[in-house]
């Protein structure tokens, strides 16, 4: 102000008197440009340091500072990932730690320390073939400061190239959403999920809520299933299926729902009555295969080339899928014999026994006397003994004597008690709601 009054009192033309007006009111704007430019340089300096910390979200919004936006740095890994450079690398077959890490060129010395500092935080001999890890390397030498190796989508582990050689192991938050499905069936259960973007996961998931239920091997074109599911997400991304909460199936006239309820000793699928769904048996001991041969006494053998009975149920499936045990039980034998090929036995009480033939491999654990309970794998699909094809020859026993067990129809189990029903009917009621609203949707394309 003092400035401004002494030019002011002095004599000047009119083209003298505007000149240090202007200039004082371009200084002013200069000024204020300068002190908004500091702040922000420096409120940037202070919100995000190269390393902010390993647990923090790989992301994070636009931040402000007063009327002056300042956009934060990407966070990945808890780093600020644009202040390093990053190479990615796959664990190649037989690759150990002290490998990957040879070949970051560090000392005896740091290798010796991070292989300690594993211990207790990741067992570095569970890492896989195939996978990646990124190195994060800074500066005009590109020094590798860290080493980053995710076993799965919902953790990572940083191990530091330097300094006090630190291994940290690190959980991302994990949300979980419930959403909804409706699949119409045109091949297969598997096809009509996928080609909503939907993954096989979901679909065994779907096969444990109803696998008591439905024969998934007679699935028909047209059958419909809803499903009501928990779907968990990392970083506001797909990442796994979680439990089906409530199913429902359509084929024709039949109905089936199954209706999650756990409450104490109460937990499992039940009916929309509260009978609980588990049966003693499974349908099948293996999933989404298919009938190749049926029990029938006067079937035509393929390789021996006579009329042979066939006693059992042959399920087709590729060379390893896992042959669950039906029910709960005793192994009496699990050997080679001759045609059977490697073979399995179970004594499920004094009525019922199982056998499961032309394994390609037992279980492990698996010998007599073994007590297994059902859906416990029990070995592999194959093709040994009298097998043109990989598949397991399932054979069912009632009192001595083998039954198709297709055609068998097992009692039900108790319901729920009495007291237990006004809690149930809540929560079936709130999942129904769910279901009946369940959408088909667009089947998904890849872009061309």
């Not at 042979?308 to 060379?319: E, F, K, N, S, V």
Request: hydrophobic share 35%.
């Amino acid at each position: 102000m003092k400035q401004e009054t002494n030019y002011e009192s002095q004599p000047h033309s009119e083209e003298t008197k505007q000149k240090p007006a202007k200039t004082y009111k371009w200084l002013t704007q200069a000024g204020l440009v300068a002190i908004a430019l500091t702040l922000g340089f420096t409120a940037y300096q202070l919100a995000e340091p190269d390393y902010i910390s390993a647990s923090a979200k790989d992301s994070t919004p636009e931040v402000q500072l007063g009327a002056f936006p300042i956009i934060t740095p990407t966070l990945r890994w808890g780093f600020a990932i644009d202040t390093f450079s990053t190479v990615e690398f796959k664990i190649r077959n037989g690759e150990s730690l002290s490998d990957m890490l040879l070949a970051q060129q560090l000392s005896t010395e740091g290798i010796n320390a991070l292989v300690k500092n594993s211990d207790g935080v990741f067992d570095f001999r569970k890492l896989q073939a195939g996978k990646s890890y990124t190195v994060l390397t800074h500066g005009p030498t590109q020094q590798p400061m860290y080493m980053v190796y995710e076993p799965s989508v919902f953790e990572y582990v940083l191990f530091k190239l330097s300094g006090d050689y630190s291994v940290e192991r690190v959980e991302r938050e994990v949300e979980t959403r419930i959403e909804t499905g409706h699949f119409v069936v045109t091949s297969t259960l598997w096809d009509a999920m996928v080609g909503q973007g939907h993954t096989y996961e979901l679909a065994d998931r779907l096969e444990d809520a109803l696998k008591w239920s439905i024969d998934f091997h007679r699935i028909q074109e047209n059958d419909e299933f809803k499903a009501v599911f928990e779907h968990k997400y990392v970083e506001d991304k797909p990442a796994a299926a979680g439990k089906v909460q409530g199913a429902y199936y359509k084929s024709g006239p039949k109905e089936v729902y199954a209706i999650y309820y756990e409450n104490g000793e109460y937990k499992g699928y039940y009916d929309l009555e509260g009978r609980p769904l588990k049966t003693a048996f499974l349908k099948a001991p293996v999933r989404f295969s298919r009938i190749s041969s049926r029990y029938n006494l006067n079937r035509f053998h393929p390789i021996l080339k006579k009329k042979r009975a066939h006693l059992g149920t042959d399920y087709a499936a590729p060379h390893g899928t896992e042959i669950m045990a039906i029910g709960d039980g005793v192994v009496t034998q699990a050997h080679y014999a001759g045609g059977n090929g490697n073979f399995v036995r179970i004594k499920h009480d004094k009525v019922y026994e199982t056998q499961y033939l032309h394994m390609s491999r037992f279980a492990k654990g698996i010998r007599p006397g073994t007590r297994v309970s059902q859906g416990q794998v029990i070995g592999y699909v194959g093709s040994t003994g009298l097998a043109t094809g990989p598949h397991v020859c399932f054979r069912f026993w009632k009192n001595g004597k083998q039954v198709d067990h297709l055609r068998l129809n097992m009692p039900q189990a108790k319901p729920l008690p009495e007291s237990e029903l006004p809690m149930f009917a809540v929560v079936k009621d709130e999942l129904l709601a769910k279901l009946k609203d369940a959408q088909v949707l667009e089947a998904k394309t890849e872009n061309p």
